[in-house]
């Protein structure tokens, strides 16, 4: 579903080049639910504007569904960190997650169905006529993820969607992200810089090198399918997989350090 090729990418400005994404490959089937992890600034960001068709790279490819991406791909969502830079404040709950669903050019009475199967499905239904500063932190990112499920994607993407909520939210979340997967059956791309938080949520963890980027590792998530917050953290094989994607991660660090001579 998801196929990035050789993607690199140079940031020119002036007499400076910044070489962020040196050399990525990597394919997600259709419905897989993979998180991309990585020291900060490795380009994670970088690559979701890719994939999103926000920024050409400087070479590779990336192709949504066979289809070269040029610009942003139909059948794709983004839901992005700062929620509350995403929703318009001038807007309601019910008119932000309906905003998409008018570009689409739907009809109405559709657009009406999309909204209240979303916003019910975060848990959101009551609050259709509010204003998102009427609501909690977490509460908007329930919003920007119910405006990104209504728009029927095929592929979403979530660029640390989490790191502004509280501990106890971002759990409640997760959890949220793993039953609209299930429900929606999406193919998911989740960068998040959290490796619990990518263990927890992925079939698949792929584990990003410093700058310049390469896929440093791909870890299968060998968990049980139905994850709980209690007990999947506290298994052994969640300790052990959680240890290698830490060790993978600070490899790469130190690799950076030593001159950036990763794989
Ligand atoms: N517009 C830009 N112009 C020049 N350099 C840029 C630009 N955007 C990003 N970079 C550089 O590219 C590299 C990757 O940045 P990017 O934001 O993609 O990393 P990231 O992994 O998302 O970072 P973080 O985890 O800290 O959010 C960094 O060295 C950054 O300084």
Redesign the pocket.
């Known amino acids: 579903m998801l196929d990035v090729t050789g993607l690199r990418?140079i940031?020119?400005?002036g007499d400076?080049e910044?070489e962020?994404?040196r050399d990525l490959t990597f394919s997600l089937p259709e419905g897989e639910l993979a998180c991309l992890v990585?020291?900060?600034?490795?380009?994670?960001?970088?690559?979701?504007?890719c994939i999103s068709g926000l920024m050409q790279p400087t070479s590779g490819t990336v192709r949504v569904d066979g289809r070269q991406v040029t610009g942003p791909p139909p059948g794709m969502a983004v839901v992005f960190q700062e929620y509350g830079r995403s929703l318009f404040p001038w807007l309601t709950v019910q008119d932000n997650v309906e905003l998409p669903l008018k570009e689409k050019r739907l009809p109405k009475a559709r657009r009406r169905e999309l909204v209240g199967e979303a916003l019910e499905a975060v848990g959101l239904g009551h609050a259709a006529a509010a204003h998102p500063w009427e609501l909690s932190g977490g509460m908007q990112q329930r919003v920007a993820i119910a405006r990104a499920i209504a728009y029927e994607p095929r592929v979403l993407l979530m660029?640390?969607p989490f790191a502004a909520v509280d501990a106890q939210t971002r759990a409640d979340l997760e959890d949220l992200v793993r039953r609209l997967w299930k429900r929606f059956s999406m193919t998911v791309l989740f960068?998040t810089?959290d490796i619990d938080e990518a263990v927890y949520l992925g079939q698949r963890v792929l584990v990003?090198s410093s700058?310049p980027?390469v896929v440093q590792d791909d870890v299968r998530i060998d968990l049980d399918d139905e994850r709980d917050q209690l007990s999947t953290r506290s298994a052994p094989r969640f300790a052990e997989l959680r240890s290698h994607v830490y060790a993978e991660i600070q490899s790469a660090k130190q690799g950076a350090a030593a001159g950036g001579a990763n794989r």
């Open positions: 990418k940031y020119r400005g400076r910044v962020a994404v990585g020291p900060s600034g490795c380009g994670k960001t970088t690559l979701l504007k660029d640390e960068v810089h990003l700058s980027t």
